[in-house]
């Protein structure tokens, strides 16, 4: 399957998302999902159908739409553009409105003739000023479909032509200031509603930002190296970047040369700049504060964290949470049926023996004050403001449906090493059998680890060299996993194994040749200094913390009790292929279980969890498999995730709630002629408005 994005344009309210879905999932092969509040549709399809036929779907629904490509900016930076269009249309309707409705509401300041008057002064707030609802109900119209702005051009044109004929045949009454006062409400709930919704996705446009221009790069020429400022996109992998005080750095790299302090705040949410030196990994985006460093790239373009960050924040926000489905099949047959309630709601009065005038009024007022425009934004600006948070913490959120399943969470179950401790390890102690030499027993060890990249490999190579020992040659290296390595040094085969007995310290590994034991390693390894604040929160929140590690019980058991979990939440001696069993054997249990993990051995129990956790600090495999990124790597953020993710569900239902109560509620008011027009189109507009505001409140969520 081809995943494409597509920006679209022309969208006002949830049927014109439904109908632009409806028409890309007519295509045969085609699954798309459409999202109103950033304007963007997320198609997964087969090879056969083209880019091309995808926007020719969106034009045969009544709207515009072009590919979203590598390097396009996120579609929320756009939303501005409709609300500079809206401004001098709103300014100028306020202005003319003011002397309609003064004229409309003040028997006292009737003049002869004042129904010219507000005639001519409501004609252009209905064509100018609401122009942009009728463009957009006649371009429907032409497709066959009706939406939310068809019921305001409906109602408001109404409006304007009733009263029209009753200021040219000189009886009836006027509803002047209905179609001014509703066509200037709506403006208002429009033009707020856009800047709502840039405010949503500034969290994002803020990330996206980061990314530097342009970049000082050494490059070879005829005159040798030479100091050159190239475009971002002209980078290569193993250019050598200059990155001053005050700039970022642009690119993925390692520190070969000087010392500074990194502020990467705005990418994972930690406070304190972190100092750097020779041999540093850093982030591209991160702020250079003190000193010069040279930096040799290592990822560059879609390949570096920023630009994956971006990719993960803005896939999760053009996707649908499934608690959306009920307001989309809703919104998909709402304006049909209110027009059906609007027409049966005149033919009602009609038939009842109530005037012309009675009737109309609460016809116009049900066609105002239907409209679908909260339902459509209740869930997107939830999932738009609490992923643009989440990133800011240093939490990425993959797909919405990870909003969902947060709620029932019961279980945390922690890997071990590089999750609850640091997964830097080091050579505790050595002992070796009588006559053994410990220098031989480290150095050979050494030299058949050397081979592997597991942290007891990286440790023990490590120790050697600590120790001032020769590292040999391996020959015949084999490795099996979550058992140990094997290899011919000094023309003798040598294991390194797992010590079957348990070690009170750390983990104990058995250096064995010639079908003897010679000597045990021991290596311990580092708790995280957020490991146990963690632990405590999500007990506090109800939450049982549990450690999976293949390390004995012993040592499984120590490294628990240092975090607060309980021995008897603690599952030892699990193999790196069995992890994924633990967490069904959890699941089997009736426990909703999230998963915590680093590693590759990690990434098949991410994926069985019903929430996966990966470390930002741990494996691409890892990353992938999980739901959620921790791009910190700080356990702090595990319980902060959980948190946001059901303040986020809880305001996504607020919002339906709202939106359903109010439609369900205010549409049998308006046909029993309990509300004004014009007290309907404030409704309206104020309930779009109160959504996004109400989501908008997660941008306040603190840790």
Not at 188 to 207: D, F, N, P, Q, V
Request: include cysteine; hydrophobic fraction near 50%.
């Amino acid at each position: 399957m081809i995943t494409t994005d597509l920006e679209l344009r022309g969208m006002t309210c949830a049927s014109c998302a439904a109908r632009v879905e409806r028409g890309l999932n007519a295509l045969d092969g085609v699954h798309a999902t459409v999202n109103l509040a950033v304007e963007r549709a997320h198609v997964e399809h087969d090879d056969t159908v083209s880019a091309d036929e995808l926007l020719r779907a969106v034009e045969s629904a009544g709207y515009q739409a072009a590919v979203i490509g590598a390097a396009h900016e996120h579609p929320a930076e756009h939303a501005d553009v409709p609300a500079g269009q809206l401004r001098p249309r709103l300014i100028g309707s306020v202005l003319l409105a003011a002397p309609v409705v003064a004229l409309s509401m003040v028997p006292a300041w009737q003049f002869s003739g004042w129904g010219w008057v507000v005639f001519a002064l409501t004609v252009p707030i209905v064509v100018w000023g609401g122009y942009p609802f009728h463009r957009a109900a006649l371009a429907n119209a032409a497709h066959g479909a009706a939406t939310m702005d068809t019921l305001v051009s409906l109602g408001t044109v109404a409006a304007l032509l009733w009263s029209a004929v009753a200021v040219l045949t000189g009886a009836g009454h006027l509803y002047f200031e209905v179609a001014a006062v509703v066509t200037v409400f709506l403006l208002t709930g429009r033009y707020a509603e856009s800047h709502a919704k840039r405010s949503a996705g500034a969290a994002l446009r803020e990330l996206l930002e980061l990314g530097a221009k342009d970049a000082a790069v050494m490059r070879r020429g005829p005159d040798g190296l030479k100091e050159t400022r190239v475009p971002i996109a002209d980078l290569r992998v193993g250019d050598v970047v200059v990155v001053r005080p005050g700039e970022r750095i642009a690119t993925d790299g390692v520190v070969i040369d000087g010392a500074t302090a990194l502020d990467t705040s705005a990418m994972t949410g930690e406070s304190l700049p972190s100092e750097v030196g020779v041999g540093a990994d850093v982030l591209g985006g991160s702020l250079n504060t003190t000193g010069l460093v040279l930096v040799r790239a290592t990822k560059v373009g879609a390949d570096t964290q920023l630009a994956r960050m971006a990719k993960l924040v803005t896939d999760a926000q053009a996707g649908k949470a499934s608690i959306q489905r009920l307001a989309d099949r809703v919104s998909a047959v709402f304006v049909p049926v209110v027009l059906v309630i609007a027409a049966l709601t005149l033919a009602g009065w009609l038939l009842a023996g109530q005037s012309a005038a009675a009737a109309f009024t609460a016809a116009v007022a049900v066609l105002i004050i239907a409209c679908p425009c909260a339902l459509g934004l209740a869930t997107p600006t939830a999932i738009l403001v609490g992923t643009g948070r989440g990133a800011q913490l240093g939490i990425l959120i993959k797909n919405p449906q990870v909003l969902e399943a947060v709620k029932d969470i019961d279980t945390v179950v922690f890997d071990k090493t590089g999750t609850v401790t640091t997964g830097v390890m080091t050579v505790g102690g050595l002992a070796v059998d009588r006559g053994e030499n410990p220098d031989t027993v480290l150095a050979r060890a050494a030299a058949v680890e050397s081979g592997s990249e597991h942290p007891i490999a990286a440790a023990i190579v490590a120790g050697a060299k600590a120790a001032g020992l020769p590292i040999g040659r391996v020959s015949e290296f084999a490795s099996r996993t979550g058992h140990g390595v094997s290899g011919v040094v000094d023309g003798v085969r040598v294991e390194v194994t797992r010590s079957a007995a348990a070690h009170e310290t750390g983990t104990a590994v058995e250096v064995c040749w010639d079908g003897r034991t010679r000597g045990t390693i021991t290596l311990t390894d580092t708790v995280r200094s957020s490991s146990a604040a963690a632990v405590d929160e999500l007990k506090a929140m109800g939450i049982t913390p549990m450690l999976l590690t293949g390390d004995g019980a012993a040592v499984a058991r120590k490294v628990a009790g240092e975090v607060g979990i309980d021995p008897a939440d603690v599952i030892a001696n699990v193999l790196p292929t069995d992890k994924a069993d633990a967490v069904k054997q959890l699941q089997a249990q009736g426990r909703r279980v999230a998963m915590v993990g680093d590693g590759v051995n990690d990434s098949v129990a991410l994926a069985t969890a019903d929430i996966g956790m990966a470390m930002g600090t741990g494996t691409d495999a890892a990353i992938e498999a999980g739901d959620l990124t921790l791009v910190r790597g700080d356990l702090g953020t595990v319980p902060t995730a959980l948190r946001l993710s059901a303040r986020t569900l809880r305001i996504i239902r607020q919002n339906l709630v709202w939106a359903f109560g109010y439609n369900v509620a205010a549409i049998p008011l308006a046909a029993a002629g309990l509300l004004n027009p014009m007290i309907a189109g404030a409704a309206m507009a104020a309930s779009s408005v109160l959504v996004v505001t109400n989501s908008l409140r997660l941008r306040r969520f603190a840790r």
